[in-house]
C-alpha cells in the first residue's frame, strides 16, 4: 500500500458500520469526573473520567462493579499540562480558549500533525481499557479559534474522529457542538451536552434521542425543579454539577 493509499484509509470520512462499541441507550444513569480523587460510590451505569489522570487500577474497579468507563480528553485544544504537550507544533496552536488561560484551539485543518497524536491518545484508551471516548472542545469552527476554520473542516475532523474510535472498537461522544448534529449523528454513539437548558437550545439534541441514543448533560445553574421535569420529559440523562466537575452530583432521575 503506497503512503497516499494509506492516508486515504486513515483519513476516511466514510460511516463506520455498526459495531460491538458501547452504544447506550436514553435512561442510562452516569457520573461525570474530572477532578480530584474518583469516588467510585456511585450506583451508576457510566463513569466519565480523565484518560490522563485516571489510574488504570480505578478503571479496573469500575469495571469489576460492571460500570462503563468512558474515558475525557480535548481533542480540539491543546493544554498545556498534560504528557504530551510537547508533541504539538506551534503552528497549530491558535487563540486561548475563553475561561481556560492554559488551553488553545488546534488547526484541525492540518490533520497530519493532529491524527497521529490524536491516535496516540485512543491507543491509550484502548490500553488502558476504556470503553470508549468523550472528545472535547470539537467545535472550533464556531469560536474565535485564531485560524479561519469552516463548517466543513470542523465535519472532516469530527468524523475522523468518530471513525479512528470506532476502528479500535471505542465508543464516543458528540460533546456540544449543536449545529452539526443533523451531519454527525450517525457517526457518533450518544451525546453529551453542557447547559442546554441555560442558553434555551435543547431540542437541538433531540434526533439523537429519536434514534434511541442517549444524550447526557448537565447544568451548572439554576434550579433542578425547574429544568428537571424537562429534561425528563425530553428523556435525557440530567445532572446538575459544579463547574470543576469533582465528585459531588445530583441527578434529574
Not at 128 to 139: F, L
Not at 141 to 165: E, M, R, V
Not at 195 to 215: H, S
Amino acid at each position: 500500500m503506497s503512503d497516499l493509499d494509506y492516508l486515504a484509509l486513515s483519513y476516511s470520512t466514510d460511516e463506520t458500520p455498526p459495531g460491538n462499541w458501547w452504544q447506550p441507550t436514553p435512561n442510562t444513569s452516569w457520573q461525570w469526573q474530572l477532578t480530584e480523587g474518583i469516588d467510585t460510590s456511585f450506583d451508576v451505569d457510566m463513569y466519565d473520567i480523565d484518560l490522563f489522570e485516571t489510574p488504570v487500577a480505578i478503571i479496573e474497579q469500575l469495571h469489576n462493579e460492571e460500570r462503563i468507563v468512558i474515558c475525557y480528553f480535548s481533542a480540539g485544544s491543546w493544554e498545556n499540562w498534560r504528557d504530551d504537550a510537547d508533541d504539538f507544533p506551534e503552528s497549530v496552536l491558535g487563540n486561548t480558549l475563553d475561561g481556560w488561560p492554559d488551553e488553545k484551539w488546534l488547526d484541525i485543518r492540518e490533520l497530519d500533525i493532529l491524527a497521529p497524536i490524536m491516535e496516540a491518545r485512543l491507543d491509550e484508551a484502548v490500553n488502558k481499557n476504556c470503553d470508549g471516548v468523550e472528545p472535547d472542545n470539537v467545535d472550533a469552527y464556531a469560536n474565535d479559534s485564531g485560524f479561519p476554520l469552516t463548517y466543513q473542516d470542523q465535519l472532516n475532523y469530527n468524523i475522523w474522529l468518530a471513525n479512528a474510535a470506532h476502528e479500535r472498537s471505542l465508543s464516543i461522544g458528540l460533546k456540544n457542538d449543536l449545529g452539526q448534529i443533523a451531519d454527525l449523528i450517525d457517526y457518533f454513539d450518544w451525546a453529551l451536552n453542557e447547559q442546554c437548558f441555560q442558553y434555551n437550545e435543547c431540542e437541538l439534541l433531540l434526533p439523537f434521542v429519536q434514534a434511541d441514543k442517549a444524550v447526557f448533560g448537565v447544568e451548572y445553574r439554576g434550579s433542578m425543579a425547574s429544568f428537571c421535569p424537562q429534561a425528563n420529559a425530553m428523556d435525557f440523562d440530567w445532572l446538575k454539577k459544579h463547574l470543576d466537575l469533582d465528585a459531588w452530583r445530583k441527578s434529574c432521575r
